[in-house]
């Protein structure tokens, strides 16, 4: 997984917060498929019927704020969230992301987020911690990944990394 | 080093950590509860059918269940995730389960302390990002998710970044009708809600050392909103007294060094600080209580890990005392233990003569799981510690965050009040 492609939905907002991408009312709600119905219903309910499989987000900072649940990060993957880009994580979120292995948050710069426009394909090459814009032909740095965090995301997740292999 | 590198360190086998550093730290205590623990022990089974052994997990003792968010069972899907958790202990063997109906139980935060579930120097990590809270005790108190906990749960360890530490000195009188929540909002106010991110915000200062450990809890628990991964107050004399009447469980206590190293510190001089009031949809928008007295309100909910500890429930019937309600009020003690309290000291009397509705310990409406959700455009204040879009209930209902004074003041008027108004 050195490259991948997708389509942008961007979020310009920033502290975006896992109440908002699911809703405190479908905690209980354990199963993918039913949560991915509900993914960002706070902001739009429509958004589900969007998103095809392989697609990115882009958002504001500190995107994932507030509350500890994976179903945020389980909801948006099932959905086909493949990476979300933005210029800072809350902790919880960016780890939730990375140890299930359910999608990628990628770190970008800050300048980079008005220069991505909603519906811009890109592609994110994780070994040279680069993305392209292939709509505009730009190109942008992501912030690497600590050591340990590329090992985990290489093997796919926390369990597949202690095990030492990939998913 | 600060108090928490000290902590990671001894967690870590290290005789020195550096902010930045990545590393596995061994764990000292587990907590997860009716939302987190059905998601981590689906991660387990999952875990299983690929082939993992599952006979066993780290250590039983060291894990504690509490039922909170969606107990007493709000529907059938709640039903079976309180089953859930019940055949999951019992396969395991985890003893300190505390469930609803059944002695003590409450708010898995409330717990922790009532209970001295965690104690100074350990690391806790549960599944809830509130678990913040808890390093009022002196320990490192972090949240994580379901992944996470049940990595934990197989091998009592977890990686971690050690943080960078923000210190606030709190010094000067604390006003009486100014409360530990009014102070927590002016910081996050101040530092925003990633102000701390991915940081470590420790509290000291004259005024803290005087604080009760229910006003330490509170500035602890707030942490999360500013993105912190963990708040701390060292231990000391408070912190000793109230474990001592709650455990006989030995500890030692970590503090930081006297050359500590903080990335920042922040000076709060507290004497003319006014009651303060988070307005929607963030815990940073903060402005005095006076400014928003023409705010009409519908409800008035006193409740959660942050506002229904018993002192905070004093605070509320000192207000509340003799007189009525003018708005829907809810009083939610955070735990059992606290309930019978304000039963046994005539709180309870307090807030039922007012008009106010009494019930059991949940979590309810603060996470918008029932017990009094908001519906479209209506307008509470809350003694909770979010409101983002919807985090009570409907999207287009606005949650106002205050201290349990401000929130009784409220109540009596129907607007939102600060408390020297009804007091003086």
Same mark, same amino acid.
């Given at each position: 997984?050195?490259?991948?492609?997708?389509?942008?939905?961007? $979020?310009?907002?920033?502290?975006?917060? +896992?109440?908002?991408?699911?809703?405190?009312?479908?905690? =209980?709600?354990?199963?993918?498929?039913?949560?991915?119905?509900?993914?960002?219903?706070?902001?739009?309910?429509? $958004?589900? &019927?969007?998103?095809?499989?392989?697609?990115?987000?882009?958002?504001?900072?500190?995107?994932?704020?507030?509350?500890?649940?994976?179903?945020?990060?389980?909801?948006?993957? +099932?959905?086909?969230?493949?990476?979300?880009?933005?210029?800072?994580?809350?902790?919880?979120?960016?780890?939730?992301?990375?140890?299930?292995?359910?999608?990628?948050?990628?770190?970008?710069?800050?300048?980079?987020?008005?220069?991505?426009?909603?519906?811009?394909?890109?592609?994110?090459?994780?070994?040279?911690?680069?993305?392209?814009?292939?709509?505009?032909?730009?190109?942008?740095?992501?912030?690497?990944?600590?050591?340990?965090?590329?090992?985990?995301?290489?093997?796919?997740?926390?369990?597949?990394?202690?095990?030492? &292999?990939?998913? | 080093?600060?108090?928490?590198?000290?902590?990671?360190?001894?967690?870590?086998? =290290?005789? %020195?950590?550096? @902010?930045?550093?990545?590393?596995?730290?061994?764990?000292?205590?587990?907590?997860?509860?009716?939302?987190?623990?059905?998601?981590?022990?689906?991660?387990?089974?999952?875990?299983?059918?690929?082939?993992?052994?599952?006979?066993?997990?780290?250590?039983?003792?060291?894990?504690?269940?509490?039922?909170?968010?969606?107990?007493?069972?709000?529907?059938?899907?709640?039903?079976?995730?309180?089953?859930?958790?019940?055949?999951?202990?019992?396969?395991?063997?985890?003893?300190?389960?505390? /469930?609803?109906?059944?002695?003590?139980?409450?708010?898995?935060?409330?717990?922790?302390?009532?209970?001295?579930?965690?104690?100074?120097?350990?690391?806790?990590?549960?599944?809830?990002?509130?678990?913040?809270?808890?390093?009022?005790?002196?320990?490192?108190?972090?949240?994580?998710?379901?992944?996470?906990?049940?990595?934990?749960?197989?091998?009592?360890?977890?990686? #971690? /970044?050690?943080?960078? +530490?923000?210190? $606030? /000195?709190?010094?000067?009188? &604390?006003?009486?009708?100014?409360?530990? /929540?009014?102070?927590? #909002?002016?910081?996050?106010?101040?530092?925003?809600?990633?102000?701390?991110?991915?940081?470590?915000?420790?509290?000291?200062?004259?005024?803290?050392? %005087?604080?009760?450990?229910?006003? %330490?809890?509170?500035?602890?628990?707030?942490?999360?909103?500013?993105?912190?991964?963990?708040?701390?107050?060292?231990?000391?004399?408070?912190?000793?007294?109230?474990?001592?009447?709650?455990?006989?469980?030995?500890? !030692?206590?970590?503090?930081?060094?006297?050359?500590?190293?903080? !990335?920042?510190?922040?000076?709060?001089?507290?004497?003319?600080?006014?009651?303060?009031?988070?307005?929607?949809?963030?815990?940073?928008?903060? +402005?005095?209580? %006076?400014?928003?007295?023409?705010?009409?309100?519908?409800?008035?909910?006193?409740?959660? *890990?942050?506002?229904?500890? $018993?002192?905070?429930?004093?605070?509320?019937?000192?207000?509340? &005392?003799?007189?009525?309600?003018?708005?829907?009020?809810?009083?939610?003690?955070?735990?059992?233990?606290?309930?019978?309290?304000?039963?046994?000291?005539?709180?309870?009397?307090?807030?039922?003569?007012?008009?106010?509705?009494?019930?059991?310990?949940?979590?309810?409406?603060? *996470?918008?799981?029932?017990?009094?959700?908001?519906?479209?455009?209506?307008?509470?204040? !809350?003694?909770?510690?979010?409101?983002? @879009?919807?985090?009570?209930?409907?999207?287009?209902?606005?949650?106002?965050?205050?201290?349990?004074?401000?929130?009784?003041?409220?109540?009596?008027?129907?607007?939102?009040?600060?408390?020297?108004?009804?007091?003086?």
């Amino acid at each position: 997984m050195t490259s991948i492609r997708g389509k942008v939905h961007k $979020f310009e907002s920033s502290n975006i917060d +896992t109440d908002v991408i699911v809703p405190g009312q479908y905690l =209980k709600i354990h199963d993918p498929k039913e949560l991915a119905k509900h993914a960002m219903e706070g902001i739009d309910p429509e $958004f589900p &019927k969007k998103v095809s499989a392989g697609d990115f987000m882009v958002c504001g900072n500190n995107f994932g704020c507030g509350s500890s649940r994976e179903h945020a990060p389980i909801a948006l993957s +099932t959905v086909g969230i493949k990476a979300i880009l933005a210029p800072s994580f809350a902790r919880i979120f960016y780890r939730n992301a990375i140890d299930g292995g359910y999608l990628l948050p990628i770190e970008i710069e800050p300048e980079t987020l008005s220069k991505i426009r909603d519906k811009d394909v890109l592609e994110i090459n994780l070994s040279q911690n680069k993305i392209m814009n292939i709509t505009n032909n730009e190109s942008y740095k992501m912030v690497p990944f600590p050591d340990l965090v590329s090992q985990i995301v290489e093997a796919g997740g926390l369990i597949y990394y202690r095990d030492g &292999k990939k998913r | 080093m600060t108090v928490t590198e000290k902590i990671l360190a001894r967690a870590s086998g =290290k005789d %020195r950590v550096q @902010p930045g550093e990545v590393g596995f730290v061994s764990v000292d205590k587990l907590m997860m509860h009716d939302v987190s623990g059905p998601g981590v022990i689906k991660v387990l089974n999952e875990w299983e059918k690929k082939g993992k052994k599952l006979d066993h997990i780290w250590d039983p003792e060291k894990v504690w269940i509490a039922e909170d968010h969606f107990v007493p069972n709000a529907d059938k899907v709640s039903a079976e995730n309180i089953m859930t958790l019940s055949r999951w202990s019992k396969r395991f063997g985890v003893t300190k389960h505390f /469930k609803y109906g059944l002695g003590q139980y409450g708010i898995c935060h409330t717990l922790s302390h009532e209970e001295a579930l965690v104690l100074p120097g350990q690391v806790y990590v549960a599944g809830d990002s509130h678990t913040n809270t808890t390093g009022a005790l002196g320990a490192f108190a972090a949240g994580l998710g379901h992944t996470d906990i049940a990595y934990v749960l197989m091998y009592g360890e977890i990686w #971690l /970044k050690v943080p960078e +530490t923000l210190l $606030f /000195k709190i010094t000067g009188t &604390k006003p009486n009708y100014v409360m530990a /929540k009014d102070i927590i #909002l002016k910081i996050i106010g101040d530092i925003g809600t990633e102000g701390a991110n991915y940081k470590t915000m420790q509290f000291s200062g004259d005024v803290v050392e %005087r604080m009760s450990m229910d006003e %330490r809890l509170t500035l602890t628990n707030m942490t999360t909103e500013a993105g912190a991964k963990n708040g701390i107050i060292e231990p000391d004399s408070v912190t000793e007294s109230y474990l001592r009447e709650r455990t006989t469980a030995p500890y !030692s206590k970590i503090l930081g060094d006297s050359d500590a190293k903080f !990335s920042e510190i922040f000076h709060y001089e507290i004497d003319k600080l006014e009651p303060t009031v988070a307005k929607p949809f963030s815990p940073g928008n903060t +402005t005095a209580a %006076r400014e928003l007295q023409q705010v009409e309100v519908d409800r008035v909910y006193i409740g959660s *890990c942050t506002g229904a500890k $018993f002192e905070d429930l004093q605070a509320a019937a000192k207000i509340l &005392k003799g007189k009525k309600v003018k708005v829907r009020t809810e009083v939610l003690p955070a735990a059992q233990s606290i309930y019978l309290k304000v039963v046994n000291q005539g709180l309870a009397n307090i807030f039922i003569e007012a008009g106010a509705l009494v019930g059991p310990p949940t979590c309810g409406a603060c *996470c918008g799981a029932h017990m009094g959700v908001l519906g479209e455009g209506e307008i509470c204040v !809350s003694t909770t510690n979010r409101n983002f @879009p919807g985090r009570m209930g409907d999207v287009k209902s606005k949650t106002y965050l205050a201290s349990p004074l401000v929130a009784a003041a409220s109540a009596l008027r129907g607007k939102i009040t600060d408390p020297r108004d009804i007091l003086e």
